[in-house]
């Protein structure tokens, strides 16, 4: 029988959350970069994974981080912004039923961080296309936006197995051996 969230799950998912948008609302750099932001997200949705081994846990970081970041008023784009969180979230969390056990945790982290540019980057593609933008010009800032985030993505995802393995070494967090 499978286990829920424990306690411990669940206030390390909202530490998560909140630190990501705590250090999002503090760096309000203007960078020029697009997808600079996919290097945060990436990286606390997979931290989250990883500490708790448990399938949904991104999604639910994601939403808690969308929630919090709305009620802060955290960037631009009103009720957008919980997509904008939520979305990268739930598709690595989709992609992750299909590659639970095939690869090692950092290809896996790997691999799920570009799945997650990908969907971040969907969100600009559907709002480009709903406000007239050719089709065309909408797809190659589409493919612009997720390459530029997966790199971002790929960077945040390589810290993932470092800090997971000193969280375990410290005892901070019980997890099935998932390496």
């Given at each position: 029988?499978?286990?829920?969230?424990?306690?411990?799950?669940?206030?390390?998912?909202?530490?998560?959350?909140?630190l990501l948008v705590a250090i999002k609302?503090?760096?309000?750099?203007?960078?020029?970069?697009?997808?600079?932001?996919?290097?945060?997200?990436?990286?606390?949705?997979?931290?989250?994974?990883?500490?708790t081994n448990k399938i949904g846990s991104?999604?639910?970081?994601?939403?808690?981080?969308?929630?919090?970041?709305?009620?802060?008023?955290?960037?631009?784009?009103?009720p957008f912004i919980l997509l904008k969180?939520?979305?990268?979230?739930?598709?690595?969390?989709?992609?992750?039923?299909?590659?639970?056990?095939?690869?090692?945790?950092?290809?896996?982290?790997?691999?799920?961080?570009?799945?997650?540019?990908?969907?971040?980057?969907?969100?600009?593609?559907?709002?480009?296309?709903?406000?007239?933008?050719?089709?065309?010009?909408?797809?190659?800032?589409?493919?612009?936006?997720?390459?530029?985030?997966?790199?971002?993505?790929?960077?945040?995802?390589?810290?993932?197995?470092?800090?997971?393995?000193?969280?375990?070494?410290?005892?901070?967090?019980?997890?099935?051996?998932?390496?």
């Amino acid at each position: 029988m499978k286990q829920g969230f424990t306690l411990q799950n669940a206030l390390f998912i909202g530490f998560c959350a909140t630190l990501l948008v705590a250090i999002k609302s503090m760096m309000r750099m203007k960078l020029g970069l697009t997808g600079h932001s996919m290097f945060l997200m990436s990286l606390f949705y997979l931290v989250c994974y990883g500490a708790t081994n448990k399938i949904g846990s991104m999604t639910l970081c994601g939403l808690l981080a969308g929630l919090l970041a709305m009620i802060l008023g955290v960037g631009k784009g009103g009720p957008f912004i919980l997509l904008k969180f939520a979305l990268p979230a739930f598709a690595m969390d989709v992609a992750l039923i299909f590659i639970a056990n095939l690869f090692s945790l950092r290809w896996r982290c790997i691999l799920l961080a570009v799945i997650g540019s990908i969907a971040w980057a969907s969100k600009s593609w559907i709002q480009n296309l709903l406000v007239g933008m050719d089709p065309q010009v909408a797809l190659v800032q589409f493919g612009l936006s997720s390459f530029k985030g997966g790199l971002f993505a790929i960077a945040g995802a390589l810290l993932v197995p470092i800090i997971i393995n000193r969280l375990d070494a410290h005892d901070l967090i019980t997890r099935n051996r998932m390496s």
